[in-house]
């Protein structure tokens, strides 16, 4: 179980809470990718609140409940909470740092051993979860080392522990929001009103996925329709007819969890075969499952329920047809954008997506931008701003593999300490 400040183990925590409950649902994705070992008890009517908890009314509940292992009980807490809890929310040690490191995914965490083992005055950032998109997956298997495969969260959770061994200080729950470049420093505006500076920052936020779109998304939102790869959610779907969106790793990898688990799996994918976008150990495990169906040339094109997601509606994109279908799980597992609101009002360049620009691809005629104030050109991994680099699937052209973020995020280090030998 995870603790970003110390590598202690916990016992279990218990969350009651009713189905369909878009808050229980946040908490057990939180619970689940911060590696903490947790009991779902689902509380459907009087009884069950007698029986579980001692209380006779469920209407009079502030549901979900929280137990942690010492009996302390929150009553529909904040994820904040929850983390406060648990001990993982904590001030900035330091005014200023050699390094900030926004993001928390395989990039920001690599960042984060190396620069904290080679003795940089260090912080990671991370807004959400430790692990970033990798802590959603239920089974990393091309990551060297882990032949039998690796839970995003287990890989996730041995890298924060590495890097608190070294030193790291993990500020959790924490979103950068606005950076300002003055006198060789980045400070960065925090969205719970604090600042951050330091001496050079990597980004490493990352890409989060892409919206439907479709006109009662909010509605079915965590009731039934869900953004990931829901690797908490699995255990939850026996006897269900599950459909997940997207062609590729993510979704695949959704499928074939999900297919333990659940009666039936159907993947919707936008094209036309799956060798385009999918691995290809992927594809032979997806062809050898028996309750996987694949529907090519297919997108979702409505949501229909009451309270809750009962039925999706396809459509071919070839022949326009649509057809409806009853399902209460739809998950969503399609291309990334990435997270760089925060570099909005900089000298930061990035691309019409919003991918940060890097090293070489920034020069034009051989020349770096205007703003550029130093003599040199940007390293490998720098942005247009000196001292600020970025690292994994949020940098322009990189490679969307935990691999490639984690190799980027050693990286821009080495780039740091370059960089912070010229401005001492
Ligand atoms: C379900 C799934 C399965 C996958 N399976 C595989 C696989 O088997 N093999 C493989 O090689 N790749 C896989 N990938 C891809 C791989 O996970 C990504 O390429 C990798 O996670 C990218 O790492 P990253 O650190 O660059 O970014 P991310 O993992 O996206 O992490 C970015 C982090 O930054 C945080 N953040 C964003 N904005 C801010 C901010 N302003 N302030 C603070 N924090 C912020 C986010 O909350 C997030 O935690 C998978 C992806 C998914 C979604």
Known sequence: MANPSSSS????????????SPAAYEIRDFLSRSVVEFLWVELTCDEDCQSQLGLPVLSELRLPIVEFPDGHQLFSPTIQEIAQRLGWVSQPKFKEYDLSIYG????????????????????LVERQAIGGQAGTSSLIENYMGFPEGISGADL???????????????????????????????????????????????????????????????????????????????PMCEDEHVYVVGGGNSAGQAA??????????????RGSNLAASLSDYLIKKITATDNIKVLFN?????????????????TD????????????????????????????DTHIIRDKSGYLI???ELLK??????????DREPFYLETSVPGSFAAGDVRRGSVKRVASAVGEGAMAVTFVHKYLGETQ
């Open 298 to 314: 297919s997108k979702v094109t409505d949501l229909m329920g009451e309270s809750a997601l009962k039925q999706i509606e396809i």
């Open 256 to 269: 074939m969890y999900f297919s333990q688990y659940a009666k039936q799996v159907t993947m919707l994918v």
């Open 365 to 374: 005629k051989g020349r770096p931008p205007a703003t550029w104030t130093l």
């Open 9 to 20: 183990p916990q016992r279990t925590v218990k969350l009651y809470g009713q189905p369909n």
């Open 358 to 360: 890097t090293g070489s």
């Open 156 to 234: 996730a959770e041995r890298a924060r522990q590495q890097a608190v061994k070294f030193g790291i200080e993990v500020l959790l729950l924490r979103e950068g929001v606005k950076a300002r470049f003055d006198n060789n420093r980045i400070y960065v505006d925090m969205a719970d009103g604090n600042k951050m500076i330091a001496r050079a920052n990597i980004c490493a936020t990352g890409v989060e996925y892409r919206r439907l779109n479709l006109p009662d998304e909010g509605k079915f939102l965590n009731r039934g329709l869900f953004y990931g790869a829901g690797a908490s959610e699995a």
């Open 104 to 123: 928390a995914g395989p990039a920001g965490l690599s960042a984060a051993v190396y620069a904290a083992s080679e003795g940089l005055r260090t912080v």
């Open 317 to 344: 994109n070839k022949t326009d047809t649509t057809q409806q279908v009853k399902t209460q799980k739809l998950f969503i597992c399609i291309g990334g954008l990435p997270n760089t609101d925060w570099a909005k």
